[in-house]
């Protein structure tokens, strides 16, 4: 910006802020929508025309980050707003050791490159289940979203898929995948279970897993 700006700058940024207090959508106004999302300290900085400083920017967006992640509901309760979100956070989060002296199954060898994005869909809301049909043209009610694949009447979720549905040939995947599946702790609750598969040192297996739960529930 330094580099580039003229003697013409200053008139240009005036001109855009006098465009967005008439109410136009430009530059400034989407500056500001930005700034105001940040929290009452910066909403009136373009107004008043203080100088932006990068580090309370830079660590406003990071408590917004914290906040965002640290209240999401349970991802089986039917008022939780951010589904996906939290059912990655409480389900899917894959803990830190894991990053620092593990390879996920992102960056294992033995997954296929095809494999390891079905797999990343899913942790993040794949429409193949019904609970995240919300996020897509039907928008059914919470409760509408239960498993057509078994006749439980539970919900379609990720927990249901991988753990508990009876229909699909899902128990015959499940008892392939014993060796993974066996040692997960047998009063494992939902985030337990998934919680133990997303932490395991064979993350191969895990991903194979999923996929193939994912390739029996859409043939
Ligand atoms: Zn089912």
């Keep these: 910006m330094a580099r580039s700006a003229t003697r013409l700058t200053p008139a240009v940024l005036d001109a855009n802020l006098e465009l967005w207090r008439a109410g136009a959508r430009c530059w400034s106004s989407e500056l500001h929508t930005f700034l105001a999302c940040l929290g009452p300290a910066h909403t009136s900085a373009l107004g008043s025309r203080q100088s932006l400083n990068d580090g309370d920017i830079?660590?406003?967006l990071c408590e917004q980050y914290d906040l965002t992640w640290s209240n999401?509901?349970?991802p089986r309760t039917p008022t939780t707003a951010h589904r996906p979100l939290a059912t990655y956070k409480h389900w899917f989060w894959a803990?830190?050791?894991l990053h620092e002296e593990r390879r996920t199954y992102l960056h294992?060898?033995?997954v296929p490159h095809r494999i390891a994005l079905r797999v990343a869909n899913f942790r993040f809301g794949h429409?193949?289940?019904r609970v995240n049909q919300r996020y897509t043209n039907e928008n059914l009610p919470f409760a509408s979203r239960t498993c057509s694949r078994c006749t439980s009447g539970a919900i379609d979720d990720a927990a249901h898929l991988l753990f508990e549905c009876t229909g699909a040939a899902l128990p015959h995947?499940?008892?392939r995948f014993g060796a993974l599946l066996t040692p997960i702790p047998t009063h494992s609750d939902a985030a337990g279970q998934l919680q133990f598969i997303s932490n395991t040192d064979n993350q191969?297996?895990?991903a194979f897993f999923i996929s193939d739960c994912m390739r029996a529930a859409q043939p």
Excluded: F, N, P
């Design 58 to 60: 830079t660590a406003a």
């Design 72 to 74: 999401l509901g349970d």
């Design 95 to 97: 803990e830190d050791k």
């Design 108 to 110: 294992t060898a033995a």
């Design 127 to 129: 429409q193949c289940l």
């Design 173 to 175: 995947v499940r008892t």
């Design 204 to 206: 191969a297996s895990m």
